[in-house]
């Protein structure tokens, strides 16, 4: 089993910045794809980004693709996302997940995740 939780979510201004952290705790971090998804109201929950259990490949949904960064640190037990140029668009709760893959495979939907944090809410208006 393993818990996570998210922070860092917040307010800010179009084109600003927020990074986001997920601690992971009860299981062996390393062996997990981690991944960020995003739900804003009435919308379905949907991906944001993932990073392989080694930390060397990373996958990015085209919405998001050059404005953010995901990154783990193995010996924190600690994804992140950070996120820049934030858009309007970018405003809803954004879970981190975790998930048991094979070598190769590239976790995008919820259903291939077996863990959940319980959000954090990331607003961006002017």
């Known amino acids: 089993q393993v818990h996570l939780v998210e922070s860092g979510g917040g307010a800010v201004q179009p084109g600003g910045s927020l990074r986001l952290s997920c601690a992971a705790s009860?299981?062996?971090?390393?062996?997990?794809?981690m991944g960020w998804f995003r739900q804003a109201p009435g919308k379905e929950r949907e991906f944001v980004a993932t990073?392989?259990?080694?930390?060397?490949?990373?996958y990015y949904a085209d919405s998001v693709k050059g404005r953010f960064t995901i990154s783990r640190d193995n010996v924190k037990n600690t994804v992140y996302l950070q996120m820049n140029i934030l858009k309007p668009g970018d405003t809803a709760v954004y879970y981190c997940a975790a998930s048991v893959t094979s070598v190769g495979v590239v976790p995008r939907r919820v259903r291939e995740y077996g863990y959940w944090g319980q959000g954090t809410q990331v607003t961006v208006s002017s």
């Open positions: 009860g299981g062996t971090f390393r062996s997990y794809t």
């Open positions: 990073i392989l259990w080694s930390g060397g490949s990373t």
